[in-house]
């Protein structure tokens, strides 16, 4: 079968994709994040634009204002 597992790992700075997103000249309607959640806490401009994907539960450096969505709701094990 096919291996569906989401990997990666380490480094994920949220707070340098926010400054990229609000140093962009026409802001973006939507902003979508695939992370396991580690990252810092990051201040968004426009929260309830940002779309959060978590391969954890963790999301306590993402504001909650944001919407957060569990990867495993969209694959099956």
Do not use: Q
């Not at 695939?34 to 401009?45: A, N, R």
């Amino acid at each position: 079968g096919k291996d569906r597992k989401i990997k990666g790992g380490g480094g994920t700075s949220f707070s340098c994709i926010s400054k990229y997103i609000d140093s962009m000249g026409k802001k973006p309607e939507l902003v979508f994040v695939i992370t396991d959640g580690y990252g810092g806490k990051v201040k968004c401009t426009n929260p309830n634009k940002w779309a959060w994907f978590l391969s954890t539960s963790y999301k306590a450096d993402i504001p909650h204002e944001c919407k957060v969505y569990s990867l495993k709701d969209f694959y099956d094990e």
